[in-house]
T-cell receptor
Framework: DAKTTQPPSMDCAEGRAANLPCNHS???????VYWYRQIHSQGPQYIIH???NNETNEMASLIITEDRKSSTLILPHATLRDTAVYYC????????????FGGGTRLMVKP | DAGVIQSPRHEVTEMGQEVTLRCKPI?????LFWYRQTMMRGLELLIY????????DSGMPEDRFSAKMPNASFSTLKIQPSEPRDSAVYFC???????????FGQGTRLTVV
């Protein structure tokens, strides 16, 4: 399975876009990139996933580079409630390596 | 759907006692995952099931830990005997298929004294 690397922490001003980077240089062609977040003391929450095309949903946008070695999660207008740990993972492959989480990025949205 | 339901939300037990954590996945989901989260080790995958069958239990820390899924709507994680180092938040998650987005329960906070 692809190993992902994320910065341990980031700050963002409320109302501004939060751009969270993730490196997954060992990703293979059939491995998706998934993003989850965990708000303090709650269970992780699915945000978005993608393979090679950029994706957008009501929560966020996912930009994947053409070589698929990195991606960026974008929260277009961060609010205080977006303060959480964000996990970028590439969890699934035919070898059955399932949904394992790294350290993630602790995003602090500040007023 | 009410989402993934875990019980109890909090459990305090004495060392050496048996502890059973319970999980009801989302109806129609075929995969179920058990995780443990601590400050030191983060989120660790313990075991996952596909169609009620355990597929990979390599994350189960010791023989004291066991998990079952007798049917599609119920799973248990048992620790016997419990030890203080088992204190953690235990999460259950389910997904429609093994490679689709997972939905997590609110967790069980276990304290072993």
């Amino acid at each position: 399975d692809a190993k992902t690397t994320q910065p341990p922490s980031m700050d963002c001003a409320e109302g501004r876009a939060a751009n969270l980077p993730c490196n997954h240089s060992t990703i293979s062609g059939n491995e998706y990139v998934y993003w989850y977040r965990q708000i303090h003391s709650q269970g992780p929450q699915y945000i978005i996933h993608g393979l090679k095309n950029n994706e957008t949903n009501e929560m966020a946008s996912l930009i994947i580079t053409e070589d698929r070695k990195s991606s960026t999660l974008i929260l277009p207008h961060a609010t205080l409630r977006d303060t959480a740990v964000y996990y970028c993972i590439s969890p699934y492959n035919n070898a059955g390596n399932m949904l394992t989480f790294g350290g993630g990025t602790r995003l602090m949205v500040k007023p | 759907d009410a989402g993934v339901i875990q019980s109890p939300r909090h459990e305090v037990t004495e060392m050496g006692q048996e502890v059973t954590l319970r999980c009801k996945p989302i109806s129609g989901h075929n995969s179920l995952f058990w995780y443990r989260q601590t400050m030191m080790r983060g989120l660790e995958l313990l075991i996952y099931f596909n169609n009620n069958v355990p597929i990979d239990d390599s994350g189960m820390p010791e023989d004291r830990f066991s998990a079952k899924m007798p049917n599609a709507s119920f799973s248990t994680l048992k620790i016997q005997p419990s030890e203080p180092r088992d204190s953690a938040v235990y999460f259950c998650a389910s997904s429609r298929q093994w490679n689709t987005e997972a939905f997590f329960g609110q967790g069980t906070r276990l304290t072993v004294v």
